[in-house]
């Protein structure tokens, strides 16, 4: 069983920054892609980032390109996502996820499982 464990969420003023952190354990972390997810009030959840397994390649949703930043430390079992310039709209609760394989993607369903999600709130 995998368990995914993120942290670092908070209240920001816009243009600020925020780094979460996602620690995983039960698998080979270093096998799989990762992505992170978020989902706003009143809102369906998002995707926001995926990393592939070894971090070689990134993609980013359009609202977050330029500002946000994912990686991956593997001997940590760890992912992360560095926010910057922090938006009002970014508010949302931001959830991390393994996915089925090496390669992510832009669809929840390839994505098998996900952490408990952190809150991410910034104020005008």
């Known amino acids: 069983q995998v368990q995914l464990v993120e942290s670092g969420g908070g209240l920001v003023q816009a243009g600020g920054s925020l780094r979460l952190s996602c620690a995983s354990s039960?698998?080979?972390?270093?096998?799989?892609?990762m992505a992170w997810f978020r989902q706003a009030p009143g809102k369906e959840r998002a995707f926001v980032a995926t990393i592939t397994w070894n971090g070689g390649i990134t993609y980013y949703a359009d609202s977050v390109k330029g500002r946000f930043t994912i990686s991956r430390d593997n001997a940590k079992n760890t992912v992360y996502l560095q926010m910057n310039s922090l938006k009002p709209e970014d508010t949302a609760v931001y959830y991390c996820?393994?996915?089925?394989?090496?390669?992510?993607?832009?669809?929840?369903?390839?994505?098998?499982?996900w952490g408990q999600g952190t809150q991410v709130t910034v104020s005008s």
């Open positions: 039960g698998r080979a972390f270093s096998t799989y892609a």
């Open positions: 996820a393994v996915a089925k394989g090496s390669f992510g993607s832009l669809k929840e369903y390839d994505y098998d499982y």
